[in-house]
């Protein structure tokens, strides 16, 4: 398994940016698929956005296709998701997450065996 730290959670207004951070250490970092999720108090922790090993492919949910980016820096271990335009509903506690399976891609939660501790992004009108 992998550590992973994330930060730069915070309150944002609607409509404002954000970058959340996560820092790995452990495993070999590039080999693997990451994500970032989100849970909301009372729901399912939903996945939010994916990045392939080389950062060759990314994906992401419906919901915030078009005002969120994710990125890796390989050397430097780290994964970032950049929240623009955000809106109420992105109100949740973010993680991030590194998949079971070196060089495969899925993103359900299932598919990923290490989360970090998770950062707060409150979004006020």
């Known amino acids: 398994q992998v550590l992973l730290v994330e930060s730069g959670g915070g309150l944002v207004q609607a409509g404002g940016s954000l970058r959340l951070s996560c820092a790995a250490s452990g495993r070999t970092f590039s080999a693997y698929t990451m994500g970032w999720f989100r849970q909301a108090p009372e729901k399912e922790r939903e996945f939010v956005a994916g990045?392939?090993?080389?950062?060759?492919?990314?994906f992401y949910a419906d919901s915030v296709k078009g005002r969120f980016t994710i990125s890796r820096d390989n050397a430097k271990k780290m994964v970032y998701l950049q929240m623009n335009s955000v809106k109420l509903e992105d109100t949740a506690v973010y993680y991030c997450?590194?998949?079971?399976?070196?060089?495969?891609?899925?993103?359900?939660?299932?598919?990923?065996?290490?989360w970090g501790q998770g950062t707060q992004v409150t979004v006020s009108s």
């Open positions: 997450a590194s998949h079971k399976t070196r060089y495969r891609v899925g993103l359900e939660v299932r598919d990923f065996d290490s």
């Open positions: 990045i392939t090993w080389g950062a060759d492919n990314t």
